[in-house]
């Protein structure tokens, strides 16, 4: 029998022990009060009690905005990055979700080279979480896509090693690890969100309305979406006569989003939600028939308008909340 | 990763040899593509696009205007439309530009072997029609009857024009030229219908049982000529449309050209009119 | 090569705008050596106002009838025309208007009985000219004006962003101003490039760079009138560095 169980009072000796694998980051509150992942230098800045940070972890593989080519004398050359090996730890299972999701998207056919780069030097330990109201998320999949799994129970945590890197970080940390069960974990109701149909997009719900009038495109819900990762590339010349080109995160709900020149398939904020709808929910080539929705709830957590997609799911017939 | 997969992502480097005008505002540019690039780019099959580079501007997805010659070199026909291709035009020869392609799904060459093919292109739309229309005629033996129906707003805006008429008249080819109107002054110096597209189509009889019909445009013409070809019997799947959306990463990735629930860059720019029936956001 | 000529100048504002150019330090020299200036009043003097240009790069509003003839002057003399800061672009403070005092009034209080100066409602150039390019922002980021530069260089113009301050803002990971303390910021309605500057230290976004494209403004009044804001307060701030306001907008 493996020893997996880790005390309290072994904490902050695992975490150290964590460090010698790469820069150690993970949940921690900033000055002004908002959850983050971010460089953690001493155990007590982790917060375990952390819900969700603002931002989801795919800043660390797809950041905000990236120089992904540069050039001279008109010749194209990739720009390389200076990626550390990072231990992000505390990881909860919708964003362990979000993570393989992504990776379905950038690691398929001819993998992205910035986003490999960063993933091939990423460790995930994720832990286990207590749901929220914003919370729909499915619990953790089978496997999960972490390299060890820290699930809270008793007075310390089952610590599991799902990937040779995390069996190499638990040998490591062997002697700080029982034979001992920490106590009973609580087995959680989870609802998650299924794929949903495409014609859901021209449903005669009066929700859609609702929405498109009330968005006001600030772009918060895909900003601190695990799961979006549309980008636009954007090339700037530089005085030296080189250049570089750049992505950033795009955001299917600016009118932008669907421009060529002299049309715009995506012209009304109405089109718009529809069009994140069906990404969202439905899934495009070659992900069709599957939802990037992992149930963070975040998108709802930081709307202005509180609009939740999700309402969308339900038949305003069978509807039952409402008197 | 192979050299053919890191191109996915970083163009490959193309030398600008030649330029000519064929309209105001729109050119054809020849360029050819360094050595390493020709493996890849003559796997190129009518429809498909690349992205082209132009350091400075930025990329552009573009339909080659027809199949890599035999040198490897590639005809690249250009509107000058926004910041990217406004460079481009003012390129000098042997400038630097970049590619990465071919992307996309291309005419379904092997299926239409055998039937007749009807062309249809309106505006812009003859620039990847062209490169088909080509491939039609270099393999004349191996389909029947090869017709392009091409309308322009006005005699000076439509493209490849003598050239078109000299291909119709070497025989192979049935060409039909329209314009939506002709000004007084080119009276004379040009021949051609004027008239939209669809009312050419209209009277216009053909084998519709069997026919393959490609169709690239300005959006509105797409409704209204798939209308008229399924009027005159041919069948959806048989209809070929090349799409244009703002695609970005050309390998299914940005988002910013989904329709439906397909990317045009990966499923497309060709797609069949029977595809398109449940996505009514796609025309 | 040749060297594209620059016209760099101002009408009716504060001169902060042309002052981003100066600010640049590290590129200046690049600049001075890449680009002719042929005419920069604040920035040297013998400049010749009778030159032609490949870009004339303009800040502030228009409100006097000198700065209608020196804009249709650079607009004929310019290949491009570039609306430079918020002024220039939507009239910005100095269109700043309380809706009360008439336009001789305000002359009267500031020049005095005896001043003579013609002048009328400061307005936006757009309003006048055509405008080939524009960059917004009181002042202006460094590296918009650095990238409009560098373009020109190449023969086009940069590359457009088109999304709100609360883009930038949410990915900087700051404390939400407007839903987590209840102030009155204006970032989901102006367009965003500038990194959510004031956010991120804890002051709402003013609106200095105008509004964003597709702003939903009757949705924001209605968010923070719900959040007990009063509609004057409301306006007078949106209108601050933005005069005209759509109220009813929602696409």
């Not at chain 2, 099959?45 to 350091?55: A, D, I, R």
């Not at chain 3, 910021?185 to 367009?191: A, N, R, S």
Request: proline content about 7%; aromatic content about 8%.
């Amino acid at each position: 029998m493996d020893k997996k169980y880790l005390k309290n009072g072994q904490f902050s000796e695992f975490i150290e022990t964590l460090r010698l694998f790469g820069d150690l980051h993970g949940p921690t509150m900033s000055d002004t009060g908002v959850f983050a992942f971010s460089p953690v230098s001493d155990p007590s800045q982790l917060r375990l009690d952390y819900q969700r940070t603002q931002i989801p972890p795919k800043k660390y593989l797809l950041p905000f905005r990236e120089e992904i080519l540069s050039y001279r004398e008109g010749n194209y050359r990739q720009s390389h990055h200076h990626t550390p090996e990072i231990i992000l730890f505390g990881v909860h299972p919708c964003d362990l979700d979000g993570i393989a999701y992504l990776d379905r998207v950038f690691l398929g056919d001819s993998p992205d080279p910035c986003y490999a780069g960063r993933r091939a030097r990423l460790t995930l330990v994720g832990l286990s979480c207590v749901p929220d109201d914003f919370c729909f998320c499915s619990g953790l999949a089978e496997p999960p896509t972490c390299d060890l799994f820290l699930t809270l129970q008793g007075d310390g945590f089952k610590v599991d090693a799902l990937s040779a890197r995390g069996k190499e970080i638990a040998q490591a940390a062997k002697d700080l690890l029982s034979l001992e069960a920490t106590g009973a974990t609580v087995p959680l109701q989870r609802t998650g969100i299924t794929a949903q149909d495409p014609q859901l997009r021209f449903s005669d719900n009066p929700l859609w309305d609702k929405f498109a009038t009330t968005c006001v495109s600030c772009g918060a819900c895909s900003v601190c979406c695990p799961t979006c990762y549309c980008f636009d590339v954007r090339e700037y010349p530089s005085l030296d006569g080189g250049g570089i080109r750049l992505r950033e995160w795009d955001n299917c709900l600016f009118v932008t989003h669907g421009e060529v020149a002299g049309a715009n398939f995506r012209g009304s904020r109405l089109e718009r939600l529809r069009y994140r709808f069906l990404h969202k929910y439905c899934g495009f080539t070659p992900l069709q028939g599957m939802t990037s929705c992992v149930g963070c709830g975040r998108c709802k957590e930081v709307c202005p308008v509180d609009i939740d997609l999700r309402e969308l799911t339900v038949n305003p017939d069978q509807g039952t909340e409402s008197p | 990763m192979t050299t053919q997969n890191s191109h996915m992502h970083t163009p490959f480097a193309a030398t600008l040899l030649e330029r000519r005008d064929l309209s105001a505002d729109t050119a054809l540019f020849r360029v050819a593509p360094e050595e390493s690039a020709l493996r890849t780019l003559c796997s190129f099959v009518p429809g498909q696009f690349v992205q082209l580079s132009v350091p400075g501007g930025g990329e552009v997805p573009i339909s080659p205007a027809d199949l890599p010659a035999a040198d490897g070199t590639l005809e690249l026909c250009v509107r000058r439309a926004g910041h990217v291709t406004e460079v481009l035009h003012q390129a000098a020869t042997g400038a630097t530009l970049g590619l990465r392609g071919p992307f996309g799904t291309g005419f379904p060459l092997e299926e239409m072997a055998g039937r007749p093919v009807l062309l249809l292109a309106g505006g812009l739309g003859i620039a990847p029609l062209r490169s088909l229309l080509m491939h039609l005629l270099r393999n004349r033996n191996d389909f029947e009857e090869v017709t392009l129906m091409y309308g322009a707003r006005q005699p000076k805006l439509m493209l490849f024009r003598e050239e078109l008429a000299a291909l119709a008249a070497k025989g192979g080819l049935r060409l039909f030229l329209t314009v939506d109107f002709a000004p007084e002054e080119s009276a004379g110096t040009f021949s051609c219908a004027v008239g939209l597209l669809p009312d050419l189509l209209k009277g216009f009889r053909f084998d519709a049982e069997r026919t393959y019909a490609a169709v690239c445009g300005p959006p509105p013409l797409y409704r209204c000529l798939i209308g008229e070809l399924q009027k005159a019997g041919v069948e959806a799947e048989r209809i070929l449309l090349s799409l244009e959306r703002r695609m970005r990463c050309g390998i299914g990735r940005c988002c910013h050209c989904a329709i439906g629930q397909k990317l045009c860059c990966v499923d497309g720019p060709v797609f069949r009119a029977s595809e398109l029936r449940q996505i009514p956001e796609a025309l | 090569m040749t060297r594209p000529k620059l016209a760099i100048a101002g009408l009716t504002a504060c001169s902060g705008c042309q002052l981003t150019l100066l600010n640049c330090e590290d590129q200046l020299v690049d600049v001075a050596r890449l680009f002719d200036l042929v005419y920069f009043p604040m920035g040297e003097s013998g400049s010749d106002p009778d030159a032609v240009f490949d870009a004339a790069i303009v800040e502030g509003a228009v409100s006097t009838p000198a700065d209608v003839e020196l804009l249709f002057g650079l607009r004929n003399a310019s290949h491009l025309l570039v609306a430079f800061g918020t002024c220039a672009l939507w009239g910005g403070v100095a269109a700043m208007n309380n809706k009360v005092s008439g336009r001789d009034e305000l002359v009267r209080q500031v020049y005095g009985d005896s001043g003579r100066i013609e002048s009328f409602p400061p307005s936006p150039m757009g309003n006048f000219v055509s405008i080939d390019f524009a960059i917004t922002g009181c002042p202006p980021e460094k590296h918009d004006l650095l990238a409009l530069l560098a373009a020109v260089l190449a023969g086009t113009l940069p590359p457009l962003q088109s999304y709100p301050v609360c883009t930038e803002c949410r990915s900087r990971e700051n404390l939400c101003l407007l839903l987590e303390k209840g102030e009155l910021c204006l970032g989901p309605i102006i367009q965003g490039g500038c990194n959510a500057r004031c956010p991120a230290t804890g002051i709402v976004c003013e609106g200095c760079r105008g509004p964003v494209r597709e702003a939903n403004v009757a949705q924001e009044l209605e968010l923070l009138l719900e959040r007990g804001f009063d509609r004057k307060e409301i306006e007078r701030r949106m209108s601050r560095f933005t005069p005209e306001w759509d109220y009813g907008k929602r696409r």
